[in-house]
């Protein structure tokens, strides 16, 4: 999770469909309240099809 000025973006793994899958969910945060949402989602290639050995999130 990483927060700036009155944006929030949080990066996550999990599944969806029973795949391996990247979330990243941008939020605007205004009065306290979320008051716009973008989000991507994208399924993690097999570790055999990857460009780099740094991951899907570059660490």
Same mark, same amino acid.
């Given at each position: 999770?990483?927060?700036?000025? *009155?944006?929030?973006? =949080?990066?996550?793994? #999990?599944?969806?469909?029973?795949?391996? =899958?990247?979330?990243?969910?941008?939020?605007?945060?205004?009065?306290? %309240?979320?008051?716009?949402?973008?989000?991507?989602?994208? =399924?993690?290639?097999?570790?055999?099809?990857?460009?780099?050995? *740094?991951? %899907?999130? #570059?660490?």
């Amino acid at each position: 999770m990483l927060g700036e000025g *009155n944006f929030v973006l =949080t990066v996550s793994e #999990g599944t969806f469909g029973g795949a391996p =899958t990247a979330f990243y969910d941008l939020f605007r945060v205004e009065n306290g %309240k979320i008051a716009e949402h973008w989000d991507v989602i994208e =399924t993690i290639p097999a570790l055999a099809d990857w460009k780099n050995q *740094n991951g %899907k999130f #570059g660490f």
